[in-house]
């Protein structure tokens, strides 16, 4: 079965920054707008920032200004860079298409953001 592969995640301080990166499938990746997700301990699975094909993208309203999505054609990835990094932030980074495709998600990977 063809999933996402989310690698980056570790333990920051507050203000701190990580850069998440995802492998995707070249199919998925060349036919789909991608996005990244989270889940927090206790809430639902969110949307985060999304980018379409030809790189247009958009955020929660709780990360704009401080995440950027970007996508790289050649190797099939999508990266999350986020700075000015807050506790609200912990949780389990995800990314798969945009609109999701139920089976491709992966086994995301931990952010936690803590002093």
């Known amino acids: 079965q063809v999933q996402a592969v989310e690698s980056g995640g570790g333990l920051v301080q507050p203000g701190g920054s990580l850069r998440l990166s995802c492998s995707n499938s070249?199919?998925?990746?060349?036919?789909?707008?991608m996005a990244w997700y989270r889940q927090a301990p206790g809430k639902q699975r969110e949307l985060v920032a999304t980018?379409?094909?030809?790189?247009?993208?958009n955020y929660a309203n709780s990360v704009k200004g401080r995440f950027t999505i970007s996508r790289d054609s050649a190797k099939s990835t999508v990266d999350l860079q986020m700075n000015s990094l807050e506790p609200e932030d912990t949780a389990v980074y995800y990314c798969?298409?945009?609109?999701?495709?139920?089976?491709?998600w992966g086994r995301g990977t931990q952010v936690t953001v803590a002093s």
């Open positions: 980018v379409t094909r030809d790189g247009h993208t």
């Open positions: 070249d199919a998925i990746f060349t036919f789909w707008d």
């Open positions: 798969n298409a945009n609109p999701i495709l139920s089976n491709y």
